[in-house]
C-alpha cells in the first residue's frame, strides 16, 4: 500500500483538529452510524482540551484515500506545549501549515514554520475560515509569502500549494473565485482537494525494509493491559513481533529487550499487525524502559539515531504539598513522596518539563503559565492537594553575563482599549515594535517584551479590555536583564481569624477591594481572601457576626454583598507574590500567605527591611 505521512500545524484556534474531524470523516473512517460521525473535536479527548478549545497533547491517526494510506500528526497551536510539536514533526514528511484568513500568520504560525522547513518538510498552505465576516485573504497570503521568504531554508520551499478552506463545514477548494462566494459555501461537504493536494505533493517515503531495523521513539503510551507502547516512524527496516531488540537511550548503555507486539493506527484505534514496514508510523510494546529521544533498533546492528532538540523552559514554580491547616479535607493524595512519583511520571511524557531539587524544594520547569497550569490541573483532578510558589522566569549566563528570556508578544484589540493596552505594557517595560489596523474597529499591536513582563499579562488585559483582547507570544531570544519591573499588584485583604466567613464580616472586606470567596466559605488565619486598592497588605476578621441586642435578633437588617470574583488556575497563579502561596486542591484554589501567622509574618519582613 501507498503510504503518506503528514503533520498539521497551526496557530492556536486556526482550525487544525476541525479540518482532521473532516479528513477522518469524509475518508468513510467511521461508519455512517459510529458517534464520531455527529463528533466535533474527536481527537481533543482530553477533558482539559475540550474545556479550554485548545490541542495540548499531539496525537496520531490514520485514513486510507485511494488505496494510500495517509497517517496525520494533530499537533497543538499554543507555544507552551511547542514541545509536543518538536517531538512529532520528525515523523512527518509534509506539513498541513492552517491559516486563519483574517488573523493571517501569528506567533505560533511562525514557530511550527520554522521548525518544519528545518526538518525539510514539503508544506501546504491551507487559508481556512475564508467564510468569516472579516476575513482579509489577500493581507494573509502576502504575510504568508513574507513568512515563508524569512524562515525558508532552501530557495524551493519557496513554491508551495495554497488551498482555500471551511474546516468547520468540511469544505476546501484548489481555486476560488470570491465572487461566487455565497455559491461556492453552499455546495457540499468536500475535502478532496486537500487528500490530492497530500498525494501530490507529499512525497512517499523511500522503503527501505531490507536494512536493519531501527525507530526513533516521538510518543509514550500507557494501558493498563500492554503496559508501555514506543511510538515513532520507523526509519528503515520492519519490525515484528518476538523480534529481538536494542534500546539505545542517551548516556546510557544498550539494553536488550523483545518486541511483544505491533500497532499501526487505523482511524482512531491501533490496530495490532504482524510487521511494521520503513515509513510507517507504529507503537511497539514489550520496551519497558523507552523514553522519548530513545532509539530502538536491530539487535545486530545497534545504532542510534540523533535524539530530538527541544528548547529549553522559560519559566519555573516551586511545588510541593499542601500545609494549610485544610490539610487532607479535600484531596487523596497529599505527601511529597506521592507527588514526586507523580512528577516523575509526568516527564516520560512531557518533554518540555523539567525537574530538579533546589534546596530541598521540588521546582518544577516548562514553557509558560498555561503548560505549567494545564499540569497542576491535571494533578487537581487526579486528587492530588498542592501548594506552588510565584512562578519565576529561568535565566542563564551567557559569556559572564546572566540574560533573560525575550518574547514576541501579539496583542489583537478593539480601537477603544489601544491607550489602555500600550499603558499597561509600558509598566511592564514591552517595547511596540509595530502596529497595524485589522479592521476599521480593531488593531495588531507586536511587542518586544521580558518574559517576567508576561507573567499575570493575560487576565489584566482581558480586564482592561472586558474580555476581547486575543493574546498570544513566542521565545524570541535571550537578553541581557533589563530593568526590573515595578509591583503590579496592590497588597491583599488576609483573614484575620479561622472559622466561616459571613455576611458582616465580609462588608469591611469588600469596601476595600475585590473579594474571593462569599459568605458561609471556611477560611483560615493568614489565607488571602481579596485584594486590597492600596499596596500594603490588611488583616479583616471575615468570620466577625454582628453583636445581638434585646432590639436587635440575628437575621435582620439583610446585608447585601457583591458576589466573589472568581478566577482560574492561571489567574491566580499569576496573582502570587513572593511570600504567597497558591493551594490546589481538587475542590478548591485558595491563596495563602507562606508564613499563616501575622506575628512571625511581621517578624520576617522587618527582618528583610
Not at 492561571?570 to 475542590?587: A, M, N, S
Request: with cysteine; proline share 5%; charged share 25%.
Amino acid at each position: 500500500m501507498n503510504l503518506r505521512n503528514i503533520a498539521i500545524i497551526a496557530h492556536v484556534d486556526h482550525g487544525k483538529t476541525t479540518i482532521v474531524d473532516g479528513l477522518l470523516k469524509q475518508s468513510k473512517t467511521f461508519r455512517d452510524n459510529e458517534s464520531e460521525m455527529n463528533q466535533d473535536l474527536i481527537l481533543d479527548s482530553n477533558d482539559q482540551e475540550r474545556e479550554r478549545g485548545i490541542t495540548i497533547l499531539a496525537k496520531n491517526t490514520a485514513v486510507i484515500y485511494k488505496d494510500t494510506k495517509i497517517n496525520i500528526i494533530d499537533t497543538p497551536g499554543h507555544s507552551d506545549f511547542g514541545g509536543e510539536v518538536e517531538r512529532t514533526l520528525n515523523m512527518a514528511d509534509g506539513a498541513l501549515l492552517v491559516v486563519d484568513s483574517q488573523e493571517g500568520p501569528m506567533p505560533q504560525t511562525k514557530f511550527v514554520l520554522k521548525k518544519a522547513l528545518e526538518l525539510g518538510l514539503k508544506i501546504i498552505v491551507i487559508v481556512n475560515k475564508i467564510d468569516k465576516k472579516d476575513a482579509l485573504i489577500k493581507n494573509s497570503l502576502h504575510k504568508i509569502y513574507d513568512l515563508f521568504l524569512e524562515l525558508a531554508t532552501h530557495e524551493s520551499q519557496l513554491e508551495f500549494p495554497i488551498l482555500y478552506a471551511i474546516g468547520r463545514d468540511g469544505k476546501a477548494w484548489k481555486d476560488f473565485d470570491f465572487s461566487k462566494l455565497a455559491e461556492l459555501t453552499a455546495a457540499p461537504a468536500d475535502f478532496t482537494p486537500i487528500f490530492e493536494a497530500v498525494l501530490k505533493h507529499v512525497p512517499q517515503p523511500e522503503s527501505r525494509d531490507s536494512e536493519p531495523f531501527q525507530m526513533l521513539v516521538s510518543t509514550l503510551d500507557w494501558d493498563n493491559y500492554k503496559g508501555k507502547y514506543a511510538i515513532g516512524r520507523v526509519t528503515r527496516g520492519v519490525v515484528k513481533p518476538g523480534m529481538p531488540v536494542v534500546l539505545i537511550s542517551s548516556g546510557g548503555k544498550p539494553e536488550k529487550n523483545i518486541v511483544e507486539r505491533v500497532f499501526v493506527n487505523r482511524g482512531l484505534k491501533r490496530v495490532e499487525t504482524e510487521i511494521g514496514v520503513s515509513g510507517d508510523i507504529v507503537s511497539i510494546t514489550g520496551i519497558k524502559n523507552a523514553g522519548i529521544g530513545d532509539t530502538v533498533c536491530d539487535a545486530t546492528t545497534p545504532e542510534a539515531l540523533p535524539t530530538i532538540k527541544i528548547e529549553e523552559p522559560t519559566l519555573a514554580i516551586s511545588i510541593g504539598p499542601n500545609t494549610s491547616p485544610f490539610l487532607g479535607k479535600e484531596g487523596k493524595f497529599l505527601t511529597g513522596r506521592q507527588i514526586l512519583e507523580r512528577i516523575e511520571r509526568e516527564l516520560q511524557t512531557n518533554v518540555a518539563m523539567k525537574f530538579k531539587i533546589e534546596e530541598g524544594q521540588y521546582v518544577l520547569s516548562g514553557r509558560g503559565e498555561l503548560h505549567l497550569s494545564v499540569f497542576l490541573e491535571t494533578l487537581r483532578r487526579e486528587g492530588f492537594e498542592l501548594s506552588v510558589g510565584k512562578p519565576r522566569v529561568i535565566t542563564k549566563v551567557i559569556d559572564g553575563v546572566e540574560m533573560e528570556p525575550v518574547e514576541e508578544l501579539t496583542i489583537d484589540v478593539e480601537n477603544m482599549h489601544l491607550g489602555a493596552i500600550k499603558s499597561e505594557l509600558g509598566r511592564r517595560h514591552g517595547v511596540l515594535m509595530s502596529q497595524e489596523e485589522l479592521t476599521s474597529e480593531s488593531s495588531r499591536l507586536v511587542f518586544e517584551i521580558a518574559t517576567r513582563g508576561i507573567l499575570g499579562l493575560r487576565s489584566v488585559l482581558l480586564t482592561l479590555s472586558k474580555g476581547t483582547a486575543v493574546l498570544s507570544s513566542m521565545f524570541s531570544r535571550y537578553e541581557k536583564i533589563g530593568a526590573s519591573i515595578p509591583k503590579l499588584r496592590k497588597g491583599a485583604i488576609i483573614a484575620s481569624h479561622s472559622g466561616k466567613a459571613v455576611p458582616h464580616g465580609l462588608v469591611p472586606a469588600h469596601e476595600k477591594g475585590p473579594v474571593f470567596i462569599g459568605p458561609q466559605t471556611m477560611v483560615y488565619q493568614g489565607m488571602i481572601v481579596g485584594l486590597n486598592g492600596r499596596d500594603e497588605d490588611v488583616e479583616v476578621n471575615v468570620c466577625k457576626e454582628k453583636q445581638l441586642t434585646n432590639n436587635r435578633s440575628s437575621g435582620e437588617d439583610g446585608i447585601t454583598i457583591p458576589p466573589p470574583v472568581e478566577m482560574s488556575l492561571e489567574q491566580y497563579l499569576g496573582l502570587l507574590e513572593d511570600d504567597e502561596l497558591l493551594e490546589i486542591t481538587p475542590v478548591s484554589l485558595r491563596l495563602r500567605k507562606k508564613i499563616l501567622d501575622p506575628t512571625l509574618r511581621r517578624r520576617a519582613v522587618s527582618r528583610i527591611i
